[in-house]
């Protein structure tokens, strides 16, 4: 099927990321009313007011978009999903639809975005091999394995707080807490002293599903509605003293930055690979999950300078695998569950996605292009994640970023404002 292409007078440049292979969903304000929230899709450089566009075009779904969020349309479901997109392609493509949507138009350098769901429960999985191993030979240099006896078995993840997810631009405040110093045998308490970011692709669940039943992989784009990108904020001395033996707590509680737009599923399916991990001897829920790999360019860069060029397409485990095993015990999914991929790695040093393993556990600082260099992310520092996906006809599909900067502790002796 050829690419539609939008309408002339949108003037949308061809091969801008933002164009109808891709048309990613949001929350935003404009700057004259703020407190007034509408559904927006980006195309090009501007935002189309869907919850305007959808009562004049499609009024048996403006329901969906009323709230100014995505929780309804989310839980309308794939079809209605599908009957959206639909109707934004022919209205964007054909110019009888000029006077319907042109008012309902606004530059995006013009509008305050805003987190596009209510984010219901989150996880965060583990899912690149490349990250695992080279966090296990960071972390246990002596062992002939670095990868745990689980790890090609099923995807490593664990929960976490969905009430910190934050959307890109909010700053983010450099956490306090208990930490041992290398070579002392006593925790000291004060801000984090190992601040990192990990890139990671998170993915929205539109439709619940019910407890005690499992959701197979095979019904992964009936339930996600799609992907954005994921900060999981990382403080490694926190997490490091905290961690024995239970998993991640407060060392990445204190904030997860996403991305405002939410690319829908539909706009992916040229970026599907087959994931390495589909072998024959895998648990039989985890091996028929289709190849929902994704080929997805990443790129972390700190106050402007890239650091590092993750690619998704190598992960592991795939998506569809996540769902099926955070549900195979029985675990529904609600509305507005994130479930994030882990932090990305390829195999190349300045592939790697956190400083973690940029610097090798702090040894070697990464290049910041100023001459300055990092182990750590310093108070001020602003972290942005971008990444584009293969889309039809050699075109690429935007996620827009992920971005924050890092704010000074409070001090510890403060207590908390
Ligand atoms: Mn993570």
Aim: aromatic residues 10%.
């Amino acid at each position: 099927m050829a690419l539609p292409i939008p309408c002339d007078w949108l003037e949308v440049p061809q091969g801008h990321p933002f164009g109808l292979q891709t048309l990613p969903y949001g929350s935003f304000s404009s700057l004259h009313h703020p407190a007034r929230r509408r559904v927006g899709v980006r195309i090009g450089d501007r935002v189309l007011d869907l919850t305007g566009a959808a009562e004049r075009l499609l009024p048996g779904r403006a329901e969906d978009f009323r709230d100014g969020n995505l929780d309804r349309f989310l839980a309308a479901g794939d079809a209605a999903w599908a009957q959206v997109r639909a109707g934004l392609t022919t209205w964007l493509s054909q110019d009888q639809f000029r006077s319907a949507l042109e008012e309902l138009l606004t530059p995006a350098d013009g509008v305050t975005m805003h987190l596009p769901f209510t984010v219901a429960d989150y996880v965060d999985f583990y899912a690149s091999e490349q990250h695992a191993t080279n966090v296990g030979k960071i972390f246990r240099p002596a062992a002939a394995e670095p990868l745990a006896p689980n790890w090609r078995h099923l995807p490593v993840g664990y929960h976490g707080r969905a009430g910190t997810i934050v959307v890109s631009g909010t700053p983010v405040r450099r956490p306090c807490g208990q930490a041992r110093p290398a070579g002392s045998d006593w925790p000291v308490f004060g801000p984090s002293s190992r601040l990192d970011f990990e890139v990671e692709v998170g993915f929205v669940v539109g439709t619940e599903s019910v407890m005690g039943e499992r959701v197979p992989a095979a019904r992964f784009a009936e339930h996600v509605f799609g992907a954005c990108l994921v900060n999981d904020w990382s403080a490694r001395d926190i997490q490091g003293w905290e961690s024995m033996p239970l998993g991640p707590f407060l060392g990445k509680s204190f904030a997860t930055t996403i991305s405002p737009w939410v690319v829908p599923l539909a706009a992916l399916s040229h970026a599907r690979v087959m994931s390495p991990s589909l072998r024959t001897d895998l648990a039989p829920y985890l091996a028929d999950s289709g190849d929902w790999g994704l080929d997805i360019d990443l790129e972390v860069a700190i106050n402007g300078h890239v650091v590092a060029r993750p690619p998704y397409r190598t992960q592991y485990w795939n998506p569809a695998q996540m769902l099926a095993h955070l549900t195979v015990n029985g675990a529904s999914l609600r509305v507005g569950d994130l479930f994030a991929s882990g932090t990305v790695s390829g195999q190349e040093r300045d592939q790697f996605g956190s400083l973690i393993e940029l610097t090798w556990g702090g040894e070697s600082p990464v290049d910041t292009g100023d001459g300055s260099g990092r182990t750590w992310l310093e108070d001020g520092d602003e972290v942005v994640i971008t990444a584009t996906a293969s889309g039809p006809q050699g075109s690429r599909v935007g996620f827009g970023d992920a971005r924050g900067q890092v704010l000074p502790a409070w001090p510890p002796e403060a207590g908390l404002p």
